[in-house]
């Protein structure tokens, strides 16, 4: 069996994980640049919480896309924040909705979005580790 | 947008999204027949780009602008890229990368339709 090499992370399998990434970057992205453009003042924290996402998912992205031992290192950090986040807001949508008065990606833990929030961290998770440099 | 148009251009992503599923299951290839499907329905999504951008600027009704014109301009966006980053890998994960494009573009074009209908 060969050794997996870094770029390994972003063939096979991970070239569908990356685009699903890319498409969670550019919709975070583009609701985030939406909420704080239009109405930032109505719900502050919420868009705040948008505009993280946004970055943690362009990071893990590119990191992912990148594939060298040190963007891995970014890659980790940042699903790793994905997940965190994804747990956090969830739970915080659903116990205080107050705080959270409008959406984010991660707002039901991702029910907007059928939930792949929730399992892309696993999935950003299981595959940086399956794709590790072993010797 | 004109509603038969979107309809098209969703079922048309629709149909290549789940026939490049199927084909990544069956651990097929990206194959001419999958890049000519990517091909016509770019063509579709760019019509309905032009025609949108002619409807948003005429219209009289409250349509929000900005939110229109984002989902319109990532609706031809988003399969050009997929194409691109699809055929770099010569895998059974190309033609899922071909599926993730195609699939995330129809939900593109159903919220599309709906921002036109209801204002926003």
Do not use: C
């Amino acid at each position: 069996v060969a050794e997996p090499r870094p770029e390994a992370t972003r063939h096979g399998a991970g070239r569908v994980l990356i685009a699903v990434y890319a498409v969670f970057a550019l919709a975070a992205s583009a609701r985030a640049g939406y909420q704080l453009a239009t109405h930032f003042s109505a719900a502050p924290l919420a868009y705040l919480l948008s505009a993280l996402a946004a970055v943690v998912y362009v990071v893990a992205t590119a990191a992912l896309a990148t594939a060298t031992p040190a963007s891995r290192r970014v890659a980790w950090a940042a699903v790793g924040v994905e997940l965190v986040g994804v747990l956090a807001v969830g739970a915080l949508s659903v116990l205080d909705a107050e705080d959270l008065p409008d959406e984010t990606v991660w707002s039901g833990f991702g029910a907007g979005y059928g939930y792949v929030p929730l399992v892309l961290p696993l999935l950003g998770l299981a595959w940086l580790h399956r794709t590790r440099p072993r010797r | 947008v004109i509603t038969w148009l979107a309809w098209a251009t969703g079922l048309l992503s629709l149909a290549v999204g789940v026939a490049a599923l199927v084909a990544t299951v069956r651990g097929r290839r990206i194959d001419d027949v999958q890049l000519l499907g990517s091909a016509v329905l770019e063509l579709a999504l760019l019509v309905q780009g032009a025609v949108g951008v002619a409807l948003l600027v005429r219209t009289e009704r409250p349509v929000d602008g900005v939110l229109f014109a984002s989902y319109l301009l990532t609706s031809v966006l988003v399969v050009p890229l997929g194409a691109f980053w699809a055929v770099g890998e010569r895998s059974r994960w190309g033609t899922g990368v071909l599926a993730v494009a195609a699939l995330t573009t129809g939900a593109l074009v159903l919220r599309l339709e709906q921002i036109w209908r209801t204002g926003g």
